[in-house]
């Protein structure tokens, strides 16, 4: 394989602090321990008493980049929506705020008919066939009867009328389900929860909802079951993740009775964005007296319509989004509206149609009125044009208006009488046959996955066809050619690299009789587990323990007991936000550091058999700007250390270099070849504090938490301050495994001409690795690699790869000679990170990048943002007429998936917002074969075939009757009524 780097590789991390960037899942997940146990200052009882009493509600929310949205600037009062605890009715004086009540109609019984006939006739074609119908009423021009004239029309309007009004009926009756459904609403003043339909929920108002129970509205929590404010919910109905989130209630309002409670809470008005929210709440304590400042509120402190509540008895909030106005309701959204590529170029061809119909009717009012001048003296006793009507006494003019007036006539007749060369059939034909072709392909066993049970879904209908002509495939990696089921496989502890794991861990909690053991098993490495026995010296022990005792406490992973037919045993699930984070926890618990319980202020791990509780005094959430996420935990012996994870090229520039700078060179060694073997990696670091160093980082931190201006950006400072001279714990290595038949797919679609472009956000070298596991990448490429940091090295890198093109194509020993289709014998492949995308894409390096890329077999971008992904699939549709298709499976996928002409959602395991913004839904990346080589093409040759047949018949048939008309005296009298009073 020849290999040829136009820029030496570059740190492309920076692509992830981009604007608009959602940082890849798996970094997101990582997470740091320490790795010495050494000796360590004491604390006084004091300190940590107060730290573990600080109440986990002034913690960040879950996503610190959605947040900072928002925490960076005060709500304006014009901006803002002011809600008042308990008092529904003042709440609502000011603004008349929507009740609780949703509609997903689009009809009532009044606006029905209007509504659905304006909406068809936003097809041009159905103003034309109604203009003719109106033409064909007119005594004067009636070549059909008027009823024969407008009944395709209405069957044809009144078949989609019937359609649109039983799918809305559907919504109607969901809808009244949903608004009929009871919610516990406190009543004012009676200090008692009583039943209320959901629909008459009103902003201010407080409700209780208990395990298991959806969230009717957009509530901000006041009190949970647990004494701490914490509440795990579930969002699967809302973003389609079924792993558990974590909320919190305010300690202020958490340590008042709900009937007492009464305040302000001045939040931003309704919006879209889910994983943001911006308030502050002033808290009217039973005394009377008003907090002596504002209280702010984040994402952490608010649960949606939608959601349900899990692991947590009950909850109480205050409604503060009601109805149309919850997040849920403002993101709901259909499929995107997409024309077929057939449909336009059929368009085109009607306009073309339209232009023959004019002539061939010109040609016969012209002709008509020369004929009408050469007989203007033999009107009389002519048929069809007797100009006296002698059938009564008194003699007088008989279906003649002058020549002028019979000249326009016969235009106009001419064209009811040749409509048929643009068919009001073909529309409705079109219909049928793309429902056809979905029930073929929802069918198709060869497109159903078994693992989920799901078959093929089609949710757009009118771009079928277009799913043959396809030139060019945008494919996220995470989640589409691999399962996204992380499975932990190697780890390297302080430079030594454990990668041999070959039996089943089979590590088992036991307490007071009851036995807990891990859902999931993992491999492990018997030298590993011999290390943290102690068979390698206590000081190894040490060390190995530490990594594996920060795997199981920088998480944010709840532990979920599920029950077994044995009563004595239970299994533990571990739910968290994305599968790495899950695999990470379920290494440790292998090797005998298992996570038991998780409540606000403390977590429980058995450590190889013993039950320890440590104290979390504060965590820093991963964001795109650090790279990294860190934990604070107070330890049994009242020490404090600070365990931290995150990217490798974010976590080696905080390690001390000073010390231990082998141990650095023999893990960055063992994290390339994680790397080429396509893993995920992780570093893990750890500090410990001292009691000055804890008392500056707690009040820094407290101060940060409670901000109400630029929190996430005051945390975030904070976090960079404290995350520095770590020591190296070492580093982790997660397989995400290529689906099934992902290999075969892509050779597939390469042998058909279809070009395979992987966009991703990992880093480059398992990115690599994974694209020679799915034969994306041969050994016989050349590599064209850019990674640059500045606009004008990336302009220089696309010059040199087009050079090199050039060079390899002219080379006199080489056969590679550019094809038609723009690919090249030789094949070269791309490979660029999302630091020079970010210089290239809206610049005009737009253009050299489009040339260099489309020479290219294979293009492949690593680190890349969503709205990146958008941007390169916008690079092709701008200067191609080829058919783009995106598919992906995560929410950071959708930008894609609804920018290509084609987009198909995954059904993985990030959710379903992929699926919920596609064109199509399936659940294997191998369907794509099936789906464009055999549905495709049929559904493209058989719809190019109907539509060339009905032309070619229609018009055939219009020539006939212009035949006709031309010995016909161009009476225009249609020759099936001539052949039929022939026949009588």
């Known amino acids: 394989m020849a290999s040829h780097s136009v820029n030496p590789p570059e740190d492309s991390a920076a692509a992830e602090a981009a604007p608009n960037t959602v940082p890849p899942r798996r970094r997101s997940l990582s997470f740091r321990s320490r790795a010495e146990r050494s000796s360590s200052e004491t604390l006084s ?61 689009k009809y009532t019984i009044l606006t029905f008919l209007p509504r659905n006939l304006f909406e068809q006739f936003h097809r041009v074609a159905y103003i034309y066939f109604l203009i003719l119908a109106g033409l064909n009423q007119v005594p004067q021009l009636g070549v059909f009867s008027p009823a024969a004239s407008i009944l395709p029309l209405a069957f ?6 019937v359609k649109d009004g039983y799918e809305d009926w559907r919504r109607s009756r969901s809808d009244r389900n949903e608004n009929n459904r009871v919610a516990l609403v406190l009543v004012p003043g009676d200090s008692e929860f009583r039943p209320k339909p959901w629909k008459y929920v009103r902003v201010g108002e407080v409700i209780k909802v208990a395990a298991d129970e959806s969230i009717p509205c957009d509530m901000v929590l006041l009190a949970t079951s647990d004494p701490a404010g914490v509440a ?48 502050s709440v002033n808290v009217d304590f039973p005394t009377g007296t008003a907090a002596t400042k504002p209280v702010s509120l984040g994402q952490s402190n608010i649960i949606l319509r939608g959601c349900e509540l899990k692991n947590t008895s009950w909850v109480v909030g205050v409604a503060v989004y009601t109805g149309q106005d919850t997040k849920v309701m403002l993101n709901s959204s259909g499929a995107p509206s997409k024309r077929s590529r057939l449909e336009s170029q059929m368009n085109r061809e009607v306009i073309l149609l339209a232009a023959t119909l004019f002539a061939l009717c010109s040609i016969v009012a012209i002709l008509a009125g020369v004929w009408l001048v050469d007989h203007r003296h033999e009107l009389d006793t002519l048929p069809y044009y007797r100009k006296q009507d002698l059938s009564e006494p008194q003699v007088g003019k008989y279906n003649y208006y002058g020549i002028g007036a019979e000249t326009v006539f016969a235009f106009l007749m001419s064209v009811i009488l040749f409509q048929v060369m643009i068919p009001i059939a073909l529309y409705i034909s079109m219909e049928l046959v793309r429902l056809g072709q979905a029930f073929f392909m929802i069918q198709d066993k060869n497109m159903f996955d078994e693992a989920t049970k799901t078959r093929f879904q089609c949710r757009a209908l009118n771009i079928n066809e277009d799913l043959g002509q396809i030139k060019y495939v945008f494919s996220d990696k995470t989640g589409t050619l691999t399962e996204n089921k992380m499975e932990f496989r190697c780890a390297s502890v302080r430079g030594v690299d454990y990668s041999h794991g ?122 795109s700007d650090r790279k990294r996420m860190s934990v604070v935990i107070g330890f049994p012996d009242k020490t404090i250390k600070l365990f931290v994870k995150g990217a490798d090229n974010s976590m080696f520039g905080v390690i001390r270099k000073n010390i231990d700078l082998d141990i650095i060179r023999e893990t960055e060694t063992n994290l390339h ?29 407290e101060k940060a938490s409670q901000s109400l201006i630029g929190r996430a950006k005051l945390l975030r400072a904070v976090a960079a301050n404290v995350e520095r001279d ?81 060079r390899l194509k002219a080379a006199p020993d080489s056969e590679s000679t550019f094809s038609g289709t723009g690919s090249m014998q030789t094949p070269l492949a791309l490979i660029i990170d999302g630091t020079s995308l970010v210089h290239i894409l809206d610049t005009e390096l737009e253009d050299e990048l489009f040339e260099v890329a489309t020479v290219c077999d294979v293009v492949l971008c690593c680190r890349v943002a969503p709205m990146q992904k958008a941007g390169i699939v916008t690079l092709i549709k701008n200067r191609t007429d080829d058919m783009t298709l995106a598919i992906g499976d995560g929410a950071n996928d959708v930008s894609m998936i609804q920018m290509a002409d084609v987009g198909i ?61 031309l010995y016909t005296s161009y009476s225009l009298v249609s020759l099936i009524r001539m052949l039929a009073g ?3």
């Open 982 to 984: 022939r026949h009588c």
């Open 726 to 806: 770590l020591n190296i714990l070492g580093a982790s290595g997660i397989e995400d495994k290529l689906q099934q038949g992902v290999p075969e797919a892509i050779e597939s679609l390469r042998q058909a001409g279809i070009k395979v472009w992987v966009l991703t956000g990992d880093k480059q070298e398992t990115a690599i690795s994974i694209g020679f596991s799915c034969k994306l990448l041969t050994r016989e490429m050349t590599q064209i690699v850019i990674n640059s940091n500045s606009k004008e090295a990336c302009k220089k890198s696309l010059q040199d790869a087009a050079s090199t093109a050039r």
């Open 673 to 701: 070849a994680y790397s080429s073997m396509g893993l995920r990696t992780l570093v893990i670091g750890m500090r410990e504090f001292s009691i000055d160093v804890f008392e500056e980082w707690h009040s820094a931190y």
């Open 905 to 965: 959602g995954i059904s993985g395991q990030e959710g379903r917002q992929a699926v919920m913004a596609s064109d199509f839904a399936m659940g294997q990346f191998r369907f794509l074969v099936p789906l464009l080589l055999v549905h495709g093409h049929w559904n493209y040759q058989r719809m190019a075939y109907m539509i060339m047949y009905n032309f070619y018949r229609n018009s055939v048939f219009v020539f006939l009757l212009f035949w006709n008309v």
């Open 45 to 105: 009882v004091e300190i940590m008493e107060r730290s573990r009493s600080r109440p986990m509600a002034s913690y960040p929310s879950k996503r610190s980049d959605s947040d900072k949205l928002g925490s960076q600037r005060e709500i304006d009062d014009d901006e803002a929506r002011f809600v008042y605890i308990n008092d529904p009715e003042r709440s609502n004086l000011a603004a008349r705020l929507p009740n609780n009540a949703i509609k997903t109609t």
């Open 502 to 623: 070959e039996e089943e861990s089979l590590f088992i909690s036991v307490s007071s009789g009851e036995t807990r053991k891990p859902k999931t098993s993992v491999k492990i490495d018997p030298e590993l587990m011999d290390a943290i026995k102690g068979g390698q010296g206590i000081e190894k022990a040490n060390l190995a323990r530490d990594f594996f005792l920060a795997l199981a406490t920088c998480n944010t992973v709840v532990p979920v007991l599920v029950e077994t037919p044995d009563p004595s045993v239970k299994l533990i699930d571990y739910q968290g936000e994305s599968p790495d984070e899950q695999a990470l926890v379920y290494a440790a618990a292998a090797y005998g550091f298992m996570l038991v319980e998780r409540t606000s202020g403390h977590i429980v791990v058995d450590v190889l058999g013993e039950r320890q509780r440590f104290n979390v005094l504060g965590l820093h959430e991963f964001d």
């Open 156 to 161: 044809v309007l009144g078949v989609t009328a």
């Open 232 to 279: 795990y919910v579930q969002t699967i109905n809302l973003d389609g993740e079924s792993n558990l989130k974590t909320r919190y209630a305010k300690q202020e309002m958490q340590s008042t009775a709900p009937e007492a409670l009464s305040g302000l809470i001045r939040c931003e008005k309704p919006n879209r964005n889910i994983y943001g929210f911006l308030a």
